[in-house]
């Protein structure tokens, strides 16, 4: 795919967020994420799955955490619970102070639209909807005006360089753009945790950067970002590394983040 030099350089950047990016990450308060000894299981027949065992954890305001481990390690379980959708077996969890995990699933998803924002690696965008559409969806359930939720969905897509696209369908769109959609999507309501699911894996390597690029100067404006991967060099561009193993956390340290709207601007031209 054939970029504009501008967006080959990591330009397409809002100034906004670029700006912002300086400001050093906020530790102050509660974890956003606190689990203690977290477990879930699965009955499957006669015998019990532990998908997880005994998890203790916690994630800062300001962090930007890669989450890795091979199939059946864990890690996409414990994705779904820290974004409150499932509920663990045992133990506790606390989502920006607030104890979760053993809240009714009605209330789970009250919290779950409220802070958590997603990106997933389909895009999972409404196909015959345009990109300002998309964007408002998850503001559809709260009793915002539909004036003001359009003006909220229209500034989150222009925070993500796509104010010129506002009324393109997916199919108008690259695999690129329609992930800037999925974050401005996840961004809509003000999230205080942003997961991304393998948010990369449809994307070839170039447009894979312009993502991680973004997402990072997103998470240097104060947005916690954690993101569930299985390639090393995805990882590497998040300042702290969980690897889960058989439903445990094997190691857990932190990480010297490459930038990836730098090692975008060393491609070379296509």
């Keep these: ?3 504009p030099r501008r967006q080959q350089t990591g330009a397409f950047l809002p100034p906004a967020i670029v700006k912002a990016s300086s400001r050093a990450h906020s530790h102050h308060g509660p974890p956003i994420v606190r689990t203690r000894a977290l477990r879930k ?12 065992e005994g998890v203790s954890l916690e994630i800062a305001a300001g962090e930007m955490v890669a989450v890795m481990g091979p199939s059946g390690s864990g ?11 499932d509920r ?3 133990g506790e969890y606390e989502l920006a102070g607030e ?3 053993g809240l009714s699933g009605d209330a789970l998803a009250a919290i779950r639209n409220r802070r958590v924002g997603f990106v997933f690696q389909q895009f999972n965008l409404l196909a015959r909807t345009s990109a300002l559409e998309n964007v408002e969806l998850p ?4 009793s915002m005006p539909r004036a003001q939720r359009r003006e909220r969905a229209r500034r989150r897509l222009e925070q993500v360089g796509l104010g ?11 695999g690129g753009q329609q992930q800037r959609v999925a974050i401005a999507r996840a961004l809509v309501n003000d999230p205080v945790l942003i997961l991304a699911d393998e948010p990369t894996g449809a994307l070839d390597s170039r447009t894979s950067l312009e993502v991680m690029a973004l997402l990072q100067q997103l998470n240097r404006t104060g947005i916690t970002v954690v993101l569930v991967t299985h390639e090393q060099d995805i990882a590497d561009f998040a300042g702290r590394i969980i690897v889960f193993r058989d439903g445990r956390v094997v ?8 930038d990836a709207a730098q090692r975008l601007a060393e491609l070379p031209p296509e």
């Design 1 to 3: 795919m054939r970029l």
């Design 41 to 52: 299981e699965y009955p499957m027949g006669d015998t019990v799955v532990r998908a997880l």
């Design 75 to 85: 890690k996409s379980t414990f994705m779904n619970l820290i974004g409150c959708l």
């Design 88 to 90: 663990p077996t045992g």
């Design 99 to 101: 104890a979760v995990s």
């Design 139 to 142: 503001l559809l359930y709260t």
């Design 164 to 174: 010129g696209r506002l009324d393109h369908h997916p199919r108008q769109l690259s």
């Design 251 to 258: 190691s857990d340290r932190p990480h010297a983040a490459r």
